[in-house]
């Protein structure tokens, strides 16, 4: 029983956010720390989702979408593990939007098992217009992990 009132509660506070996970045909796992972090940075108010990730037998992630509210995407940063779940090298993280692109453009290809990658930094990486997004690795290796972290103002 407290284990359900927990997940209701955590989806309640996600869905008042405007970012919820939704589960279907899911390989892999991703967890989204909640509530995101709201602070103030050159003048304007960034939030800052965090999600960590665990591959399955296969080495991958997929079928998980998140939603979000229309943001413009400022940053975003890719951490592998280290030790045990490290991910294998050379492993691939895209960000997939409704319509299947891939909103990084191939800038999460091949990415370090060692170290972590800002994939984009600049004004504005692009305005997102709402919906879902699905954060999909490859290639990972068996029940490996990492963290993702979305940088976006409203």
């Known amino acids: 029983m407290r284990t359900r009132n927990r997940l209701f509660a955590a989806v309640l506070v996600a869905l008042l956010l405007?970012?919820?996970?939704?589960y279907g045909q899911a390989t892999g796992a991703i967890t989204q720390i909640l509530p995101p972090q709201v602070f103030h940075a050159e003048g304007?108010?960034?939030y800052l989702y965090e999600m960590t990730w665990?591959?399955?037998?296969?080495?991958?992630?997929?079928?998980i979408t998140i939603s979000l509210d229309?943001?413009?995407v400022k940053q975003i940063e890719i951490y592998p593990d280290?030790?045990?779940t490290q991910p294998d090298a050379l492993y691939d993280f895209t960000l997939v939007n409704s319509l299947g692109l891939d909103l990084l453009a191939g800038q999460g290809l091949n990415l370090s098992n060692t170290e972590g990658r800002v994939l984009a930094e600049t004004d504005k990486l692009f305005i997102?217009?709402?919906g879902t997004l699905a954060p999909?690795?490859?290639n990972a290796g068996a029940a490996n992990g990492g963290r993702i972290r979305i940088f976006v103002v409203k």
């Open 18 to 22: 405007g970012v919820a996970p939704v």
């Open 44 to 46: 304007e108010l960034i």
């Open 54 to 63: 665990v591959s399955d037998a296969s080495g991958n992630v997929s079928g």
């Open 70 to 72: 229309p943001r413009t």
């Open 82 to 84: 280290g030790g045990a």
């Open 128 to 130: 997102f217009p709402g």
């Open 136 to 138: 999909t690795i490859a």
